[in-house]
């Protein structure tokens, strides 16, 4: 063909389609000589001259949004230029280059981003399915790797030869044959294989597959879905077969499984018609797109988030579409991308500086990937120069212009490993940390520096009230703020896995002058639900004296006594009764102060807020009250009895404990309280311990429940191994698990060790319980230790040293800092003893806090906050405050009954300290004092 020919068929020639995350080159052969090029083309991308599309290729840049819990929208170095093709999975992304090799990032889990030797050349086109990567190598067979419980990356004989495209679903693998017939292989629950169901052997071969006892062939076009699969066939009809029950095979749900052959929809006038003219075809994770040759889009399954209402905009002028989980997104011919569906992990945000710019696009399950045409970068704002003392977290940050942008930062002009986002951070600062910092902005387009280096000096002491934390950051919750990074008093750490693999995450810092700091659980909603949590409303900004981090909610102890609490109340943990459609703040309540039974919760010295339970029968939350008495009040879901003692079985099982009641007596003569999820631990004055509610894994009284039904448990006191547990002074309850720390500096531990969270070593056998008393870490009995804190499934010990000991669950890395997969049997725990963070013991700390998925540590000599001193003389009462009090004033009031009316009482000069005389008159004008930060 001349070159004036190939001109004119570029353009149709490369409207490159990602179809079911597979990169396909559509050719309709309208003239016949084109027929002999058919095959050529579709295998090999063809660069046309003057074309904007193809030149592209060269100059091509990879640019992705939406979830990136795993990574799979930062693009490695090695994807940033020479990418042709481009495709997405659950929460991964696969790049194919035009050398023929492949690149993948994101979750790596099952090993489906670690590309093997043999798909590193010769590579023609790529697929990305739920935990597995499909590979079509040039000379016709295909390449699989990944997850393979189903056997979806065993590629079977007939798919090692005169394959011509490949799909992949969230468990299966389909290959596109030159004779037009397919082949599928993996998970066959939904008879997305074999278009037959096989429940009791799952795994599944259809080579070919046959369709009504026909060989389906005419193929020349494939997609796999979630659970179903789609054959587009050279007539323009399009064939579908698996899971039916959202009507993503047949347009209708009226079987669970079904075989569309061909896919008839309905019409306007409700009439089944034939779908033909289609030349792509995309699958979804429920439902199916298609576009036809008119530029038009038809999409049918399932439509709870309207990902198959399709908008006006993409109902003409598409060019390429792709279906991810609950969203459909579509590539219009002027490079513009429409989409519409579940947003709620940004994925159909589409940048701005994309539109217009796109040449294909590959959707996943939550994220879009896309190849444009790139801008060069420029910097407009570069990174300035920083001290910082040991153990800090310092920041440098570059504003740049341009897209894509790729980041790559550098110190004293190497690169950084890993360091490729806008901001850099750097935990745990040390001296050999100290130099200059550039970054490099970059895409196919040009690259920048910034200048001058940004030069950054540590200090070898530590700062006082030095926060670090360590385990996952999904949620940010390990991007310690300037405000906490030095004067905090005490931390709490709030987070849990919930939904599968997803996670949320924040922490709290008190401060010396009384208010509160939090960080992480923004709304992003790639981190999961935020029920604000981490915003911290205005009363616990000034006056707080003790902090509680829940999982969904959060509660502060003041310092005249009250409680306020504020996050998820749809157990009533934070108000006591629970709410669920309130007028503009749905589920989000501020409890300031708590209020039970009508009356305002006074006279508490310590608080705990215990998460949510997401496995079974706890959930949602609730929250505990020591008071001055001795006594403990309690309110928030007591489906477990973790309130009163006694299971709530009204929907939802909430209840309101004031005081707690145990087996008819009033719960008293109590030093310190501890809660998570679902049981509740007390310590006694005599160093006895009290524990009620779940027992599943003998949280409660260290032997399993099982002949109770609700297998709920009241240890009053607590006994291990026939003895009861004294000499305690104090207590903290995991997840499933509970720990004491003794006065001897040794360590008791008893339910759950599935992670070994209560031994060191996993325990494998039903119900997975376990007594260590004392524990003993790799053969020593664990000793000196000074506080302990127990996460969802990990423990943690501070030793009198400053350093700290941790074990059990490290799956994201809460007690190394790096995740454990493989240790002791695949359960991904660990022993950390002691806690070293990028090569540096962790020393000089002075409190810890635990929850499911991330561990905090106070260090340096804590700032003790002001307090005020009384001295009585006659009739005389003399009130004094430090000279540490910086920014603090004296205030006063005559009744502590709501709304209170403080007002200044020193001069205004007496701000740094100082003294004051009150004498009591006759007639009993008392007041009450505080200090006010201001």
Request: charged letters at 10%; glycine letters at 12%.
């Amino acid at each position: 063909m001349d070159p004036a020919g190939i001109r004119a068929y570029c353009r149709l020639l490369l409207a490159a389609r990602v179809v079911s995350n597979t990169f396909v080159i559509d050719l309709t052969v309208s003239d016949m000589k084109l027929q002999n090029y058919f095959l050529t083309l579709l295998l090999i991308f063809v660069v046309c001259p003057g074309d904007t599309t193809a030149q592209a290729q060269a100059s091509v840049a990879v640019a992705a949004w939406g979830n990136n819990d795993s990574g799979q929208t930062t693009v490695p170095v090695a994807a940033q230029s020479g990418v042709m093709a481009i495709a997405a999975g659950a929460r991964h992304t696969v790049a194919l280059k035009s050398d023929g090799s492949v690149v993948a990032w994101g979750r790596n889990d099952s090993g489906q981003a670690t590309v093997p030797v043999v798909a590193q050349s010769g590579v023609t086109a790529i697929a990305a399915g739920g935990n597995h990567t499909v590979a079509l190598k040039n000379d016709g067979s295909v390449v699989a790797w990944g997850w393979n419980e189903n056997g979806q990356t065993t590629v079977p004989v007939a798919a090692q030869s005169g394959v011509i495209a490949i799909a992949a679903g969230d468990a299966h693998s389909v290959a596109l044959k030159s004779d037009g017939t397919v082949v599928a292989w993996g998970d066959n629950n939904s008879g997305q294989v074999t278009a037959a169901p096989t429940t009791n052997a799952p795994s599944a071969t259809a080579s070919p597959v046959t369709l009504n006892g026909q060989v389906l062939s005419g193929v020349k076009a494939i997609a796999a879905g979630g659970y179903h699969t789609v054959a587009l066939k050279s007539d323009g009809s399009v064939v579908a077969w698996g899971q039916n029950d959202s009507g993503q095979v047949n347009g209708t749900t009226s079987r669970s499984f079904a075989i569309a052959n061909p896919v008839r929809l309905r019409g306007q006038t409700l009439d089944t018609v034939l779908l033909s003219g289609v030349i792509a075809i995309a699958a979804g994770e429920w439902h199916t797109v298609a576009l036809r040759n008119d530029g038009s889009v038809v999409a049918w399954g399932h439509n709870s988030y309207d990902e198959t209402t399709v908008p006006v905009t993409a109902q003409s002028g598409v060019v390429a579409i792709a279906a991810g989980g609950s969203y459909t997104v579509v590539l219009k011919s002027d490079g513009t991308i429409v989409a519409w569906g579940y947003n709620e992990n940004g994925q159909m945000m589409v940048p701005m500086a994309a539109q217009g710019r796109v040449t294909a696009l590959a959707a996943g399950w939550s994220h879009v990937a896309a190849l444009v045409i790139p801008t060069a970068p420029t910097i407009n704002v570069s990174p300035v120069s920083l001290a910082v003392s040991a153990w800090q977290s310092p920041s440098f940050t570059v504003t740049a212009t341009g897209f894509p942008l790729y980041y790559r930062w550098r110190k004293d002009g190497v690169n950084l490993v890993g360091a490729m986002n806008a901001t850099y951070r750097l935990p745990f600062a040390q001296t050999n940390h100290a130099g200059e910092y550039t970054v490099v902005v970059s895409n196919p387009a040009g690259s920048v520096t910034s200048t001058p280096p940004a030069v950054l000096t540590v200090n070898a002491s530590i700062s006082p009230g030095t926060v670090v934390a360590w385990g996952e950051n999904a949620s940010g919750q390990l991007d310690v703020p300037v405000a906490a990074q030095s004067g905090v008093t005490a931390i709490s750490a709030g987070g849990i896995h919930y939904y599968g693999d997803r996670s949320i995450g924040y922490s709290l810092a008190l401060k010396n002058d009384g208010s509160v700091v939090a960080w992480g659980t923004t709304n992003n909603a790639s981190t999961g639900p935020d029920f604000r949590q981490s915003q911290v409303p205005a009363a616990a900004q000034s006056g707080v004296t003790a902090i509680s981090a829940a999982d969904f909610h959060a509660a502060v102890l003041k310092n005249d006594g009250t409680v306020v609490a504020w996050g998820d109340n749809r157990a009533g943990q934070v108000t006591g009764i629970p709410t669920f459609d309130q007028a503009g703040e749905p589920y989000f309540p501020i409890a300031s102060p708590v209020t039970l039974n009508g009356q305002v919760l006074r006279g508490v010295t310590a608080i705990a807020a215990a998460g949510l339970h997401t496995f079974g029968l706890g959930g949602w939350g609730h929250t505990v009250a020591l008071k001055k008495d001795g006594t403990v009040v309690a309110w928030g879901h007591n489906g477990g009895g973790q309130v009163t003692g006694t299971p709530t079985t009204n929907d939802p099982p909430a209840a309101i404990a004031s005081p707690v009641i145990l087996d008819g007596q009033v719960l008293s003569n109590i030093t310190a309280i501890s809660a998570r999820a679902i049981h509740t631990v007390a310590l006694k004055n005599g160093g006895t311990v009290v524990a009620w509610g779940f027992n599943t894994h003998g949280q409660v009284t260290g032997t399993p429940s099982t002949n109770n039904g609700a297998e709920v448990a009241i240890a009053n006191p607590v006994i291990l191994d026939g003895q009861v547990l004294n000499g305690v002074k104090e207590i903290s309850a995991g997840a499933y698990h509970t720990v004491a720390l003794k006065y001897d500096g040794t360590v008791v531990a008893w339910g759950a060790n599935f992670y070994g969270q209560v031994t060191g070593t996993p325990t494998t056998n039903e119900p997975y319980s376990a007594i260590a008393s004392p524990v003993t870490l790799e053969g020593q009995v664990l000793t000196g230790v000074k506080t302990i804190a127990a996460g969802g499934y990990y423990t943690a010990a501070l030793k009198n040293d400053g350093t700290v000991v941790a074990w059990g669950d490290n799956g994201v890395g809460e007690i190394t800092g790096a995740t454990t997969t493989n240790n002791f049997g695949g359960w991904g725990s660990a022993i950390a003893n002691p806690v070293t963070l990028r090569g540096q013991v962790l020393s000089g700390v002075t409190a810890i806090a635990a929850s499911y998925i991330h561990t905090v540590a106070l260090l340096g000599n804590v700032p003790l906050l002001p307090s005020l001193n009384t001295m009585t003389s006659g009739n005389e009462i003399i009130i004094s405050w430090p000279t540490n009090a910086v920014g603090f004033r004296l205030q006063a009031t005559t009744s502590l009954v709501p709304l209170v009316n403080w007002i200044d009482y020193a001069s205004p000069s007496a701000v740094h300290g100082g003294q004051f005389t009150v004498t009591n008159s006759l007639s009993g004008d008392a007041r009450f004092f505080r200090l006010l930060k201001r």
